[in-house]
């Protein structure tokens, strides 16, 4: 697989047959009346199972495929992609990396928006080459055969897919794990990532002394930062240590994989830009069909074998611009029921880690920011983007 291969998504019947089946007969756990506060809410876990009971697979599936999709051989894997081929004077190569858990679906609302910027209001001068590939194990890429994708690996893989397209050099941004990517993208190989942008300060510099007292921004972030990961971060130990023994139950239970991913997908996103439920869904069967929930949650597993860390004086020296979510007291939000958000570290903190071109914390979207608020972030890329095409 040389060339990019056309491909369309065609889940058998069988497999169709099967989640019916499973998911006409659920064995329910006892409930404590937590809700929200001891894990998924049961009211919500049941009506996200009845939706999926009732959602038509085959008009996702069109819906799917109405992008191009292709898939290309790396290393022996076949990476899936979708290719929005930009409509414009010079359109400038851009690669979207998802993360956890989520997948290449997160992009598609967003993706046009970026390709033919002069149907969406935009200037065709924007346009955008945009690529979005299925990270390895994730979606309909290849599951690898064996342990050591981490994201630092992922990268390595991502200039020799866009090379494979003929672009030697491309922009690149991410959110989740794929702001790690993308980081690493531009701190390992900024010979081919002429600029990045993220969703996430992935990076961080070592403290040298140099820097003095943490300012009162930090300070206050620190403190949200250690009171989320006290309430929220049980699922990266389990997955950062023991992801095999979760994917049994995860692999074997849709209503399982309902409740783990659909967590999530409720409390990271901001209330008020909700996402419709289809899309949820959408996300969660893809993970179902192709049975890759075990090789996504080894991103975590893997990133802690195979760390990557700032050695003094050193940072990603390619224009960098974030995307980020606010806390939820600057944004006078407290929901029950969700997370308080931790917010972003100051921007004097990130640029000692990153050569710092934009900063822009969004006054309102949470976690999935192309899938709540697409006008700001497709807004944001472009304009971030836009002085250094040129050197592409």
Known sequence: MNRPQPFRIAIDQAALDDLAARLAHPRWPPTFGGCWTDGIDDAHCRALVEAWRALDWRAVEEDLNAFPQFQIDVDGEAIH???????????????????????FSEWLRIGPMLADPGAHGGDPADAFDVIIPSLPGTGFSDIPRAAGTSPRVVAGKWVKRMAALGHDRFFAHGCDWGSYVTSLLGLQHPEHAVAIHTGMVSLAAPRDGSEGEPSPHDRAYAKARKRWQEEELGY???????PQTLAYALTDSAVGLAAWIGEKWHRWVDPETPIDRRAVLTNIAIYWFTGTINSANRYYFESRRDPVSLAPGQKVEVPSGFFLERASGERGQSVAGLPDRAGAPSRERAARAFNVQRWFEAPRGGHFPALEVPDLLGLELRDFFRPYRDRL
């Open 81 to 103: 992609f979708v290719h929005l081929k930009g409509k414009g004077p010079a359109p400038k190569p851009l690669i979207l990396s998802h993360g956890w858990p989520s997948s």
């Open 236 to 242: 990266i130990g389990i997955q950062g240590t023991r």
